[in-house]
């Protein structure tokens, strides 16, 4: 083999924590080739050592590296220098204080194929569920375009600032973070791909979060940028995927869950929204948009069906507009979905 053969082969490749090609890394530190037994040694510096996926690597480019003619490979991982590292926005995301490696915060980004089937609200009742568990609790809504978890929640007032650390606005025992702070009135945000990928950084970079047992982060409904720089941002991320009975609503959300599965997330599990309406009076259940949809896209995903949950609004709009009370009847709904979260994330 050739040096030459082996950095074309190299070069693309990414960095397995900071998302950066080896090229733009300026990773790969030497390439010893011995001419007459073809045997190779390379050295390649990373953001993170002693990780998993550095095995994994080492593994990927033996391989692609055997094949091409190598006929033995040593391959030796040492770190990025620090000074380097700090200049890449996805490496202070990866140091924030939620990223680690040294709190212990469950990730649940809660998603949809379509839109308006309730997944901010779901996200939004079961944050305060938690949190009337006694959990620690932030969401960070990412719903980009569609954002209104403040407005759901009841928030009148803004985060501050301390010295250069943003302070999430704290409702209902859960702290807030979303984009509908930092626009005037109420105008359209028009941001793509790489913006988006920035607001979501400096949620992590910037927030002052404190200790959190679960961060729950509203995504927009869909597979769009969002999504995706959310599960590369958070490799650990679980999911939760939210529909309605509707057999459409369930096989467009059942997109957003495979999604989930093929980047290595696991789905805690579905929630059924807007499964039937019960008379006050008689007590009896119409299924206004069908039946079976969450059963059928849990089955499909291999996950749980955490909740079914009604037609009805929050009786005492004033505790933030779409909460439901704790004794009200889809509140304790929540409350049993809140505690199966807890039971499937083990915590
Ligand atoms: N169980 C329910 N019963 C009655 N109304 C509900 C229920 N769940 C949600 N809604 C209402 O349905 C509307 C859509 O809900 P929500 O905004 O949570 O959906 P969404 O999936 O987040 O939508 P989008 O992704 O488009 O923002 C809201 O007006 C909400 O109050």
């Known amino acids: 083999m050739k040096k030459q053969q082996v950095m074309t082969i190299l070069r693309p490749v990414q960095d397995p924590f900071i998302h950066k090609r080896f090229v733009e890394t300026d990773a790969i530190k030497s390439v010893e080739i011995d001419e007459d037994n073809g045997k190779l040694t390379i050295n390649i510096a990373l953001s993170k050592l002693n990780q998993p996926e550095n095995d994994q690597l080492n593994k990927e480019l033996t391989n692609k590296l055997m094949q091409a003619g190598a006929s033995e490979v040593t391959i030796h991982f040492t770190k990025l220098p620090e000074e380097q590292l700090k200049k890449y926005p996805q490496y202070q995301v990866m140091m924030s204080p939620l990223l680690n490696g040294e709190a212990d ?4 980004a809660i998603a949809s194929g379509k839109g308006g089937v309730g997944k901010s609200t779901v996200t939004a009742n079961l944050a305060v569920n938690l949190a009337r568990q006694g959990k620690r609790v932030g969401i960070i809504d990412a719903d980009i375009y569609g954002f209104s978890i403040p407005h759901m929640m009841g928030v009148t007032k803004k985060p501050t600032l301390q ?9 209902h025992g859960v702290k807030v973070m979303s984009m509908d702070f930092f626009v005037e009135g109420n105008d359209p945000v028009i941001w793509r791909g790489p913006r988006l990928g920035k607001m979501l950084n400096s949620f992590f970079i910037e927030v002052e979060w404190g200790d959190l047992d679960y961060l729950l982060l509203d995504l927009p ?17 679980k999911e939760i995927i939210v529909t309605t009975p509707h057999e459409t609503a369930a096989h467009v959300a059942s997109r957003a ?5 093929n980047t290595q997330h696991d789905i805690v599990g579905v929630i059924e929204n807007m499964s039937y309406f019960e008379s006050q ?34 009786q005492n709009a004033q505790s933030g507009g779409s909460i439901y009370a704790e004794d009200e009847v889809i509140g304790m709904i929540y409350r049993q979905m809140a505690e199966a979260v807890i039971h499937e994330t083990r915590r």
């Open 105 to 108: 915060t469950t990730f649940l």
């Open 163 to 171: 010295g250069n650390r943003i302070i999430p606005v704290e409702v």
């Open 221 to 237: 409904p869909g597979t769009g940028d969002m999504a995706l720089n959310v599960h590369t941002t958070l490799p650990s991320s």
């Open 257 to 261: 869950g495979k999604m989930a599965l």
């Open 281 to 314: 009076l008689t007590h009896e259940r119409e299924y206004i948009f069908g039946q079976g949809g969450g059963k059928w896209l849990a089955k499909e995903l291999n996950a749980p069906l955490l909740a079914e949950i009604p037609l009805g609004q929050p």
